[in-house]
């Protein structure tokens, strides 16, 4: 089992999202990776989105915790937290999804819905398996910021 972690970055209404392409396909993901041994989820956090977006976060709560076991990869932990851009940091270039909007379809792991649905007060949420069959590869344009 691999321990991923995940961040929610919101942006003026909108979640960032990395374009990464995994065999062969783009995919859109919530900024995040593989926690390495001997690193803590935050440490692993603020370095994945560092190397993913050039963007330094602090992280905040920790939102969602899920697993994905599916049948054609090893089984992950995917731990989701709140982030918050560091001061004077700029998205520009980089990609906004709307929670709510279709693009979230596309986004792994699959739960901009949930997240579209939840408050910012709401109390950290066991998902389950969020394994969905075919999820991932981008089908339709995602905004980017300006």
């Not at 993901?29 to 330094?56: D, F, H, I, M």
Request: charged share 25%; hydrophobic share 40%; glycine share 8%.
């Amino acid at each position: 089992m691999t321990v991923n972690v995940r961040a929610v970055i919101w942006v003026a209404g909108r979640i960032l999202v990395h374009r990464v392409r995994h065999q062969g396909e783009e995919r859109l993901t919530l900024p995040g990776g593989r926690v390495k041994e001997r690193e803590t989820a935050e440490q692993a956090l603020v370095r994945e989105v560092q190397e993913e977006t050039g963007l330094s976060v602090t992280v905040g709560s920790l939102r969602y915790v899920a697993e994905v076991v599916s049948p054609f990869s090893t089984q992950k932990l995917e731990l989701v937290f709140a982030a918050h851009l560091d001061p004077a940091q700029h998205v520009d270039g980089l990609d906004l999804i709307d929670p709510a909007g279709h693009e979230r379809d596309f986004v792994l792991p699959p739960i901009l819905d949930v997240i579209a649905r939840d408050t910012p007060e709401d109390a950290a949420r066991w998902l389950g398996n969020i394994y969905t069959a075919g999820v991932g590869g981008v089908r339709a344009p995602c905004y980017k910021s300006s």
